[in-house]
Antibody, heavy 115, light 112 residues
Framework: EVQLVESGGGLVQPGRSMKLSCAAS????????MAWVRQAPTKGLEWVATISYDGSSTYYRDSVKGRFTISRDNAKSTLYLQMNSLRSEDTATYYC????????WGQGTLVTVSS | DVVMTQTPPSLSVAIGQSVSISCKSS???????????LHWLLQSSGRSPKRLIYQVSNLDSGVPDRFSGTGSQKDFTLKISRVEAKDLGVYYCAQTTHFPLTFGSGTKLEIK
């Protein structure tokens, strides 16, 4: 059974940093690209970042470029999202999912950016 | 960016009725490999999104054949036949052909 388990969310002050993790199991993690998708409260889904299967390529939405870094550790089957200079508009539930076809989603981890 | 225009924003239907949701993209979603990366997701209340259909018309395992996806290039449709109570939630179309990946704004399906 495929599982994606996000962790690391919580309350953080504007301007501070936070690192999210997503532990994957049930498939060969190192064979697939992965992505983070977020959902602000009561809003729709918004893609954040994607990383290739080997970590050599990364892609970001414009609003997080230079602030967020997606990475992975294939030996640990874990995906990460380092978020720096957080803003109130980054408040959302963050999901990890596999690309390219979004077959699996984690349960999400809530990040609240507030003073 | 590829804009995904999803309509209607909400639907209220009786059990047993059929419904269709439209998703139109601002650019063709055909990738250089010839495949069209347009998918349909359902997010039930308080839950994570769940994929129903991938690459326009391929049903995920366990998804009843009351669900069907059609379309090509820039115009796509999700049809739900004989709606059941468990079908309620928000449906999203999503494209993974072009970066940035984008989603429709969602269609909330309610049961009368």
């Amino acid at each position: 059974e495929v599982q994606l388990v996000e962790s690391g969310g919580g309350l953080v002050q504007p301007g501070r940093s936070m690192k999210l993790s997503c532990a994957a199991s049930g498939f060969t993690f190192s064979n697939y690209g992965m992505a983070w998708v977020r959902q602000a409260p009561t809003k729709g889904l918004e893609w954040v970042a994607t990383i290739s299967y080997d970590g050599s390529s990364t892609y970001y939405r414009d609003s997080v470029k230079g602030r967020f870094t997606i990475s992975r550790d294939n030996a640990k089957s874990t995906l990460y999202l380092q978020m720096n200079s957080l803003r109130s508009e980054d408040t959302a539930t963050y999901y990890c999912t596999r690309v390219r076809n979004f077959p699996y989603w984690g349960q999400g981890t809530l990040v609240t950016v507030s003073s | 960016d590829v804009v995904m225009t999803q309509t209607p924003p909400s639907l209220s239907v009786a059990i047993g009725q059929s419904v269709s949701i439209s998703c139109k993209s601002s650019q063709s979603l055909v990738y250089s490999d010839g495949k069209t990366y347009l998918h349909w997701l359902l997010q039930s209340s308080g839950r994570s999104p769940k994929r129903l259909i991938y690459q326009v018309s391929n049903l995920d395992s366990g998804v009843p054949d009351r669900f069907s996806g059609t379309g090509s290039q820039k115009d796509f449709t999700l049809k739900i036949s004989r709606v059941e109570a468990k079908d309620l939630g928000v449906y999203y179309c999503a494209q993974t052909t072009h970066f940035p990946l984008t989603f429709g704004s969602g269609t909330k399906l309610e049961i009368k």
